[in-house]
């Protein structure tokens, strides 16, 4: 992509599934790339599998006062912060009834405050130094309801307005933009979705089949180079037509 060679990129949840492809991506187009991850497997795993990598940092992104440390770390390893990716999040099945309050502070905690959290600490540095991308991972289902998933839709829901006000206030020094991936085989898919579960979804997703994270990783790749440099206070919906098609694409597989 135009314009991204020699970019400093920063990715949260950046040792597993999307964030660990997009962390790829930018290395092969290359960019210095910072990840941040509190999965210690994880981190182990993928200084194996990106040596490339200029650091993994262990933080969580619902504490502030560890992001803010993360992010000095990725500063000191890189010089700046040109790029980041806002995409670390959790979901956990279950019915809307069951939701304890602690599940409901643990999604939003990381999914919706971990953005935030992230995106104003990269925001200010990113002004100060005169230009920088800020791109948010959301989802499909902050725009369209899936059963046991409330608390994971209310989060993304929230990542969608967060990612519009911010592009209002920080144009045009900062552009900030968001994905919304439909359903992605991920690790994080693979632990809550049986095979059974995975056929079933896919006979609903008009391209036949889920996203791979590669795949995702390119728009996140495009969006920040400079082909995109018009872009700003969107949200991209990357969903195989599954949103678009709404019951007639489950109808259409069967």
Avoid at 72 to 96: E, P, T, W, Y
Wanted: include cysteine.
């Amino acid at each position: 992509m135009r314009g991204l060679k020699g970019k400093n990129v920063l990715v949260t949840g950046g040792a597993s599934g999307i964030g660990q492809a997009t962390a790829a991506r930018f290395l092969d187009e290359g960019c210095a790339v910072c990840v941040i991850d509190r999965s210690a497997d994880a981190r182990a795993r993928v200084v194996k599998e990106l040596p490339g990598l200029a650091a993994i940092i262990d933080a969580d992104v619902s504490v502030m006062a560890q992001v803010r440390r993360a992010f000095q770390k990725a500063i000191d390893c890189m010089g700046s912060v040109d790029v980041l990716i806002n995409n670390a999040g959790i979901s956990i099945r279950h019915d809307f009834l069951d939701i304890t309050s602690e599940e409901w502070d643990t999604v939003l905690g990381v999914n919706l405050t971990g953005i935030f959290n992230v995106a104003q600490t990269a925001a200010r540095h990113m002004m100060d130094k005169g230009s920088g991308v800020i791109l948010n991972t959301a989802s499909t289902a902050a725009t369209t309801g899936y059963p046991h998933y409330a608390d994971y839709s209310a989060s993304k829901g929230g990542v969608v307005a967060l990612t519009q006000a911010m592009a209002l206030e920080l144009a045009p020094i900062v552009r900030v933009n968001a994905i919304s991936p439909g359903y992605v085989l991920t690790p994080m898919q693979r632990a809550e979705y049986t095979d059974e579960m995975l056929d079933a979804v896919n006979r609903k997703i008009p391209m036949g089949r889920h996203a791979k994270p590669e795949e995702i990783a390119a728009l996140f790749a495009f969006l920040a180079s400079e082909d995109a440099a018009f872009a700003t206070g969107q949200v991209y919906v990357m969903d195989g037509a599954e949103t678009t098609g709404g019951l007639c694409s489950q109808w259409a597989h069967e």
